[in-house]
């Protein structure tokens, strides 16, 4: 077992443009455990093409100028606020977490399934990985960490699979599952072990589902912690049964969906008794727990 110090250790995988990852997981993660690496994806052109055509077979191109449209909104009116945010949410974390990120070693690389990743992870062999990435993990990749890869997706799975798990749950108004899950990596898609359900208390008028999303991990920071030391340490971490739940992998924002949300969130707003306490129905679940154990509160920026 590969340790630096008396904490197991982990290695990173994320994307360069995102600095809550870059910075601000890192730091959690140094201070955690102890961050052996840092495997920084520069997107390219040739990944994002590759993903609109998959979206595009999947939907057709009707519901994918839905998709566009809601990308160009977003760009010009929700990106300023949430980088702002974002800038919060980095400086709040590295003021909890003081990690040191100075001297962890670090490769940039197309992706994350290179040779160079490959390499950069044999060579330092360590425990745990954890994937903030888009891009589906190969087994020898994900497999060279001693207590496997793990994710922290943005959405409940098994009902929530893909990448915008939050801002379906929360169209589809089902507000118990807008939250994030802890899994562990495996060949299918988002398939693993699950081993944490955590949510977050939520503004859907205020917030856009990109906050929202962020947010349900940050909460849930400590717990997180606790669960991968736990796996990295040997000890029988319990995982949450998920059989015969209802399994779906959904697709990209669209504009008149966020729209429709947005108008639910604001009727709620007006009328709460419609909504039959559904801000008091947000939960953490864990594996050995009930099926309420508590809220999470807000600790992270406002």
Known sequence: MHRIGDRPTAVLICHEQDSLDTEGLASWLASTLRLAGLIIIRDTRGRLWRASR???????????LDVLAFRAYARLRLAAGDEAWKTR????????????????????????????????????????????????LKREIFEIPRAGTFVMHP???????????????????????????????DAGIDTGPVYLHGTCELDEVRDTHTVIQHRAVIDNLDEIGRILLGLCRGEQVPTINTEGRHSAMW???????YFRWKWAAGSASRNPASVQGA???????????AEYVGRVPRSGPA
């Open 155 to 185: 959405g409940i799975c098994p009902e929530y699979r893909n990448a915008h798990g939050c801002f379906w749950a929360l169209v589809n108004r089902d507000l118990e599952r807008v939250g994030m899950t802890l899994l562990k990596v």
């Open 89 to 136: 949410a980095v400086a709040h974390l590295r003021d909890r977490y003081p990690g040191d990120l100075a001297a962890v070693p670090r490769i940039v690389v197309p992706s994350p399934n290179s040779e160079e990743s490959r390499a950069f992870l044999q060579a330092l062999q360590p425990d745990i990985a954890i994937a903030r990435c888009k891009v589906i």
């Open 251 to 257: 697709g990209q924002p669209r504009l008149t969906e």
């Open 279 to 289: 801000s008091s129905a947000q939960r953490t679940r864990g594996a050995g727990s």
């Open 54 to 64: 998959r979206e595009i077979r999947r939907i057709g191109w009707l519901k994918f």
